[in-house]
């Protein structure tokens, strides 16, 4: 069973809506990182955070909006999205570096 | 750029066969080879990894092996069971980041 906790499980939100996706880990990795995967794809990198510091910020809109309050939290906040932005998006941990990452459930996004 | 490429792309087995899926990957700079297996509706779970300091690395049924030379890498499932069928992806670390393989759809036939 994965130790990293995604909520919600689904959502649905329309354009004009502010919503936001949460992870949390019990493994004590410093490093957190989300991930969109799209339909029939591999997971795409968007964010990493090391020791809650953004590192990695993989050319994403600024429609999304990462934030990671605290060493086992990791939020992802969605504002003005588009349709194409209807994907699972995961959350994974690790300790960083040229290490084993684990991923959590994933959070599946309908965007209307 | 960073690119890694998976095959086949789909695999259809009989239980109790062996399957192999292979990668290759462009930065001969990369050192760290994980695999995942992805169920219908699920987080992708880390089944197997090997470094670049490793030829091969076995795991009850699972194994993985990696020629740095020619830049591939495999996984070879032995004895396979229903429960294999799933979607494995292949990767490798470039610097800090984790690039996918396209994917293959295992499916295992009773």
């Known amino acids: 069973d994965t130790e990293v906790t995604q909520t919600p499980k689904h959502l649905v939100m329309g354009m004009t809506n502010k919503k936001s996706l949460k992870c949390e880990q019990h493994?004590?990795?410093?490093?957190m990182y989300w991930y969109k995967q799209k339909a029939k794809k591999p997971p795409e990198l968007m964010f990493v955070y090391s020791y809650e510091k953004l590192s990695i910020n993989e050319s994403v809109p600024s429609r999304f909006s990462p934030e990671c309050p605290n060493s086992s939290l990791l939020n992802l906040h969605l504002h003005a999205l588009q349709p194409e932005d209807s994907a699972l998006y995961l959350c994974?941990?690790?300790?960083?570096?040229?290490?084993?990452?684990?991923f959590g459930p994933g959070t599946r996004l309908t965007v209307l | 750029g960073e690119n890694v490429e998976q095959h086949p792309s789909t695999l259809s087995v009989q239980e109790g066969d062996s399957a192999v899926i292979k990668c290759t990957y462009s930065d001969s700079a990369s050192n760290y080879f994980p695999w995942y297996k992805q169920e219908l509706g699920k987080g992708p779970q880390l089944i197997i990894d090997?470094?670049?300091?490793?030829g091969e690395k076995k795991d009850q049924r699972i194994a993985v092996t990696l020629n740095k030379t020619a830049k591939h890498f495999s996984l070879h499932i032995t004895e396979t069971q229903p429960e294999d069928s799933a979607v494995y992806f292949c990767?490798?670390?470039?610097?800090?980041?984790?690039?996918f393989g396209t994917g293959t759809r295992l499916q295992v036939f009773p």
């Open positions: 994974a941990t690790g300790t960083g570096g040229i290490n084993e990452q684990f």
């Open positions: 493994m004590g990795h410093r490093a």
């Open positions: 990767a490798a670390m470039f610097t800090d980041k984790l690039i």
């Open positions: 090997i470094r670049s300091n490793v």
